[in-house]
């Protein structure tokens, strides 16, 4: 029999059993869209928010080659000389693992007045004050909570997104006051840096919906507290940081970089040896590892969903193929084999399945557009209590490699359902049901 022919007959059984074919098809899809609306939300999440944070084309990041006991050493001391440089062992260390993930290394940075100075041209995009008035102060960009500090008004202790909004509003008007004394008198600041706004997560917990459908997964997303930096100047120099300045085409490259052996992309318990890595603009390192474990519960509660449609699909074969008696005898005698028969069989459940695909994925990105549509106000305010990203709409809406498998997967049942349901094929069997 010609694939064509098979095609069309097992089309067939679909058109004369259309209601049972749309109610097997339905059930499969209900199955799958779960799984394709969850990997879709956490996709867009992690599509979408760095690159709300980081203004910049590409992803910059620091390599501190300085062990966390030295650090802690120089900032309890003040009168200790901070002056660290990376020795040439360190630097050869941070110059194979980057370039090993397609990065570059640009430069070694310098400390003034205890911030890490950074090129203008990066930090450009948050500058909003006149450089020129600094003076002989050093110019710095700040996040929230250290600007908070400086100009000596706190977050409430139990907070909500309003109370938070109003604070982070009167921080920001009294840090670029010029009347405003600030704790440290010796910078001027010139420009924030996004990161949070006392809060530790996405969580819509913050805008009083604890409920959200959404919470589960966005609990889990750990908010930026970002780090302050002063802004290099020309001609003039600051002490050796020991910390290494590089940057990548892509955050995925970034975070494979960060997860190497010999480097610690996490803020704490990196060991010894380890070099510990940070964003420059928001937390996408963190962010992706954080997403990738998501990622692993996802795909163990999308085997278990699997492995029930699966079930639902062989016997539901089972039953399609004993139902089908007296067409499979009408078959054999027009003289199709049994291969034949299988082909056609085979046929109708890959169109079935196709169909329950199709289904499964409108369903699930219908899913996730839909709760982004509605909770588009909720997660804005999240999106700047957690990342200082102002007037943005977060989009949970993604696609990516495991959603290609699980539609595969979904294709794959097909030749599973023929596979389980060979011997319901045999003359025996079919002579029997036909008897019955």
Known sequence: MKLGSAIRLGHLNIVTHKRRSVMLAVIIAATFSVVFAINSIVQGIKANVPQMVNPLDEYYL???????DEADMCVLNPNKECDFAATPEAMQKVQIGVEQYGGTVIKELESRDNYLALPQEILQPVITQ?????????PVVL?????????QVSFPTIGNAGANLRTVAEIKRRLFDSETQLVNSRIYPVGMMPGSANVSSLSLGIVDDDLNILNPILEMIPASYGTSFAVEQEGVTGK??????????????????AQSKGFCGEAYGCKANEYQV????????????????VQFIITGLSVIL??????????????????????ISLYHALGATRSDVCLIYLCYLLELCTLAAVLAVAAGLGMAAGLSWINREKLSTVLQLAYGVEGKTLWLLGWNKAMTMWVGVMLLMAPLGILFSLGHFSDKQLAKRLKS
């Open 143 to 151: 996040t929230i909570g250290q600007a908070s500090f400086e100009v």
């Open 130 to 138: 006149d450089m020129a008035k600094a003076g002989e102060k050093v």
């Open 278 to 293: 940070e964003d420059v603009y928001g937390n996408g390192v963190a962010l992706v590892a954080t997403l990738d474990s």
């Open 306 to 327: 699997a492995a029930i449609a699966v079930i639902i699909m062989v016997f539901t074969s089972m039953r399609l193929i004993d139902q089908s008696a007296k067409t």
């Open 240 to 257: 050796k940081s020991g910390k290494i300045l590089v940057k990548f085409a892509h955050l995925d490259d970034a975070a494979q970089f």
């Open 62 to 68: 620091i390599v501190n080659t300085v062990s966390q």
